[in-house]
Nanobody
Framework: QLQLVESGGGLVQPGGSLRLSCAASGITLNHYAIGWFRQAPGKEREGISCIGSDGLSRKFADSVKGRFTISRDNAKNTVALEMSSLKPEDTGVYYC????????????????????????WGKGTLVTVSS
């Protein structure tokens, strides 16, 4: 059974940076795409980034493009979300999630398949952006 644990959340001022980490145990992440999601107060959960199992392809929501980066270390079974130029609207609970991709990460056009229908979820870490 794959378990995911997020860490690195906290209080940060607008314009600041945070690095979130997602650590997996139970199963290696080699054949899993990993997504980061967030849920702001009073809003639905939204997907903000996705990285393929090979770490070569990534997707970002428009709201975080250019400010967030995602990376993975399959040897350490971890995925990181680097967040910079943080805004108050980035406040929320951040979740990492994994989806098994035994057939590969790419669709018939060669594009990274989106991170949806996730198989496993972490419990989340709170990020608060406020002065």
């Amino acid at each position: 059974q794959l378990q995911l644990v997020e860490s690195g959340g906290g209080l940060v001022q607008p314009g600041g940076s945070l690095r979130l980490s997602c650590a997996a145990s139970g199963i290696t992440l080699n054949h899993y795409a990993i997504g980061w999601f967030r849920q702001a107060p009073g809003k639905e959960r939204e997907g903000i980034s996705c990285i393929g199992s090979d770490g070569l392809s990534r997707k970002f929501a428009d709201s975080v493009k250019g400010r967030f980066t995602i990376s993975r270390d399959n040897a350490k079974n971890t995925v990181a979300l680097e967040m910079s130029s943080l805004k108050p609207e980035d406040t929320g609970v951040y979740y990492c999630a994994a989806v098994h991709r035994p057939g590969g990460d790419y669709d018939v056009r060669g594009d990274l398949r989106p991170c949806n229908d996730m198989d496993y979820w972490g419990k989340g870490t709170l990020v608060t952006v406020s002065s």
